[in-house]
């Protein structure tokens, strides 16, 4: 099965600071997902990225994947408050079993 | 759309009992999926539906554990007898063009 590990595990940071979080796959990535979840929520879709090179920006928050590295990364430019919360990545390979990360705690401290 | 919508929200049950948790998938979704997330093991893909069919069961962790979908808009994931260790969230997520949207979940406490 697809692994994937995510850097850092958690991440304290100032508000107003940039911030990048790393997702790497075992194996070939088709596709990749980001997730955010509040403490006791669901999970909220950011996005997706199916090409290699692709970037992709939602407000303050992008990301690319680099398929030959098997790795997609996430960075959030001046860090607020509302964007504390567990950021999780998902492979997306073609049969649609997507296996998510353990996902990455980020504090933002006013 | 009100989104998947899971239920309960909470409960709080006895070990040896049965726990069923329900979800209702977004309209026009055509597969649905259960997972499981505790502190220790993250998020955990237990199985998943195209079309109402079970497509792939390896996920659930033993026989305790049974799922249904028998229409559409309705999927149950059974647990009989629970055990302590099954304390965790369990969120329910339909897929519609490559994109899962997750329910709320539904916290589950074993004593």
């Known amino acids: 099965s697809q692994e994937l590990e995510q850097s850092p595990q958690s991440l304290i940071v100032q508000e107003g600071k940039n911030l990048t979080i790393n997702c790497t796959s075992s194996?070939?990535?088709?596709?990749l997902y980001w997730y955010k979840q509040k403490y006791g929520e669901g999970l909220i879709f950011l996005m997706m990225l199916q090409k290699g090179g692709e970037e992709k920006s939602h407000e303050k928050i992008t990301a690319k994947l680099d398929e030959k590295k098997q790795q997609s990364s996430l960075h959030i430019t001046a860090s607020q408050p509302s964007h504390a919360g567990i950021y999780l990545c998902g492979a997306a390979p073609f049969d649609q079993k997507v296996t998510f990360g353990i996902g990455t705690k980020l504090q933002v401290i006013p | 759309d009100a989104g998947v919508i899971q239920s309960p929200r909470h409960e709080v049950t006895e070990m040896g009992q049965e726990v069923t948790l329900r979800c209702k998938p977004i309209s026009g979704h055509n597969s649905l999926f259960w997972y499981r997330q505790t502190m220790m093991r993250g998020l955990e893909l237990l199985i998943y539906f195209n079309n109402n069919v079970p497509i792939d069961d390896s996920g659930m962790p033993e026989d305790r554990f049974s799922a249904k979908m028998p229409n559409a808009s309705f999927s149950t994931l059974k647990i009989q007898p629970s055990e302590p260790r099954d304390s965790a969230v369990y969120f329910c997520a339909s897929t519609y063009q490559e994109t899962q949207y997750f329910g709320p979940g539904t916290r589950l406490l074993v004593l």
């Open positions: 194996k070939t990535l088709y596709g």
